[in-house]
């Protein structure tokens, strides 16, 4: 059917078997190169997929809109399809593998037809290192092409690699007729294997993103004894060149990516630190021969939330977007350039909105709501080497060692603004129970605690019992176990008001973390763990309301008891696969909290 520019027999039989089921027009291989690139951006633009921005206030940067229906990832059509039910465990969608097949090929039969079928070799990882995994992507698709270029290492080398090792993930998407109830996203881990059909949304249809990255990973991580987690990675760099480094999950909608490129506060900057980033979504850890926690980044791009993105959230972001980035979703300006809700400048007199309509400020709807000029979940794909801070270990093969894991939520009154874990097991315990408190922006009653443990809940591709049990048994293999922390940077007084003003002056807390992993200060020891002596947060150049750094570690005794109750419930949906050590410590922080009423 065409000349396969790879000698991997495996491989090559896959791509015709696909090729025959979907009917594409031709079968284009992707080879990485910018001439390539070129000429897909240039298709893009006549077919309409991709609008091209002012190219000399946004060089190299386009505008793409999705179907209105489109727009995010669609939990309730995502599966993963293992033989047993109770391998996917009560947290995830499950479908088996057959029943799943049997459904999606009605999908993708002739789905390709007029169009061409991409083959993209890509590489999560730095190609060849003993962390990396590879992933075939076919789709019909240019925006998946162009937005995998940016996200992945694509192309000529990754195909050379596969001449070495047999071994990759076999991912066929195809947009169909993007209808939503034809929608599938399937994860086949026993398989190494994941269909998505009919959607043309990134998170759905990048599939090294989300469900290589995590969903298959984590399974895979399991099965050979290493994480694969929603984490950002990030470097400390302090004035004598020693760099420590940083793992933090955070859910959604609490500044994981905001942490991940921080700038130090002027406060601190007398201590001359210097951030590194090496990612703000995925981490990937291995336990080194020295018996510690080493992680790479196996992305090379930034997937962003557009809405909220400014110089004062994230000024290191708004450097990395303004070159060389796809939009998705946002505002077209009459000049040209791109707007969103929360983006710097005044806000435009008119332009396009998301949904390709005449927009100007004020506009109402139907039920007299304002008209969003972007979509609250517009993206921005951004090349990594892009960023102010991009770490200089973004292609070091053996990835940076983890001194600190830390897990975040939101939380308005309970947490306090960080803690640390007594020790592995009960840091396990802390990320098993995390949650956020619903904002008026989720479904959902305000208010109401939302678990999402390890920030994994949408993400873990096997039963997270067996997740957490994985996350102990890591712990038990390692020598010299990074130190577990907590952090909430949402704690409010009682009038609703923030207590602590997060962004770059959150630095203060981390740099009372690294403290703790080089037991070079004490702490107070809580029910709940460590906390902070309070002169050991360093508050130079800083000004909080009066008693706040009080408020900001209470520990309220009645409310952590209340809490148990819903982390009972939580732990009960997984009945006898929860590990019993969970249990134990669940027993045990309320025997703490009740002696201490006592």
């Known amino acids: 059917m065409t000349k396969f520019p790879t000698h991997n027999k495996k491989l090559s039989d896959w791509v015709n078997k696909m090729a025959r089921f979907c009917e594409p027009d031709e079968i284009i291989w992707i080879d990485g190169s910018l001439n390539q690139k070129k000429q897909l951006e240039e298709e893009a633009i006549a077919s309409g997929e991709l609008i091209p921005l002012n190219q000399e206030k946004s060089p190299g940067c386009f505008l793409h809109r999705t179907a209105i229906d489109d727009v995010a990832r669609t939990e309730h059509l995502t599966f993963i399809c293992t033989k047993r039910k109770q391998e996917a465990g009560p947290t995830n969608n499950w479908m088996s593998p057959r029943a799943a097949y049997a459904k999606a090929n009605k999908y993708f039969k002739g789905a390709m037809r007029g169009r061409n079928m991409y083959v993209i070799p890509y590489s999560m990882g730095p190609v060849g290192s003993t962390f990396s995994k590879i992933g075939v992507e076919l789709t019909d698709s240019r925006y998946v092409v162009l937005n995998m270029m940016i996200m992945t290492r694509v192309g000529e080398k990754v195909l050379r690699q596969l001449e070495i090792e047999d071994n990759f993930t076999k991912c066929l998407h195809s947009k169909a007729d993007l209808d939503i109830n034809k929608r599938l996203i399937l994860h086949f881990p026993e398989d190494n294997t994941i269909w998505s059909v009919g959607s043309g949304y990134g998170g759905n249809v990048l599939l090294g993103k989300k469900c290589l990255s995590l969903r298959i990973a984590s399974f895979l991580a399991r099965k050979e004894h290493w994480l694969a987690e929603h984490m950002l990675i990030m470097g400390i760099e302090k004035p004598n060149g020693q760099v420590q480094y940083l793992a933090a999950a955070f859910p959604s909608a609490c500044g994981k990516t905001n942490l991940a490129m921080l700038v130090p506060p002027e406060g601190l900057k007398v201590k ?327």
């Open 272 to 598: 001359g630190y210097r951030i590194w980033t090496v990612g703000d979504d995925i981490s990937w850890m291995r336990i080194d021969t020295d018996g510690s926690l080493w992680a790479i980044n196996p992305e090379t791009g930034f997937f962003g939330v557009a809405p909220g993105t400014n110089s004062k959230t994230n000024p290191n972001m708004v450097e990395t977007i303004k070159k060389n980035t796809i939009y998705t979703n946002v505002l077209l300006k009459n000049d040209n350039t791109v707007w969103w809700e929360g983006a710097d400048g005044d806000i435009p007199a008119g332009g396009i909105d998301w949904q390709g309509r005449p927009w100007k400020p004020g506009q109402v709807d139907v039920n007299g709501k304002p008209v969003l000029a972007a979509h609250p979940n517009s993206r921005f794909t951004a090349p990594i080497v892009n960023c102010p801070s991009a770490s200089f270990r973004l292609e070091q093969h053996h990835g940076v060692p983890i001194s600190a894991i830390i897990f975040g939520g939101k939380r308005g009154h309970l947490a306090p603004l960080v803690y640390e874990s007594f020790n592995w097991q009960h840091g396990v315990f802390v990320g098993a129970t995390m949650g956020s408190e619903l904002t008026a922006a989720q479904v959902g009653k305000v208010g109401v605690v939302r678990r999402d443990p390890m920030a994994m809940l949408p993400f873990c591709g096997y039963n997270m019992a067996e997740y957490f049990r994985h996350w102990l048994n890591m712990g038990k293999k390692m020598p010299k176990a990074p130190k577990i922390f907590s952090v909430n940077w949402f704690r409010v007084d009682p009038h609703g008001k923030f207590l602590w003003p997060g962004f770059g002056e959150n630095l203060r807390v981390l740099e009372w973390i690294l403290d703790r992993c080089e037991n070079k200060i004490g702490a107070t020891e809580t029910p709940i763990g460590y906390i902070p002596n309070l002169n050991d947060i360093d508050l130079t150049g800083i000004k909080l309301a009066e008693n706040a750094l009080e408020k900001l570690f209470k520990i309220d005794k009645e409310a952590w008891v209340e809490e148990l109750k819903g982390v009972k419930a939580f732990f009960q949906k997984f009945k006898g696969d929860l590990p019993k050590e969970l249990w134990q410590e669940y027993q045990d922080l309320l025997l703490r909290l009740k002696q201490q009423n006592g």
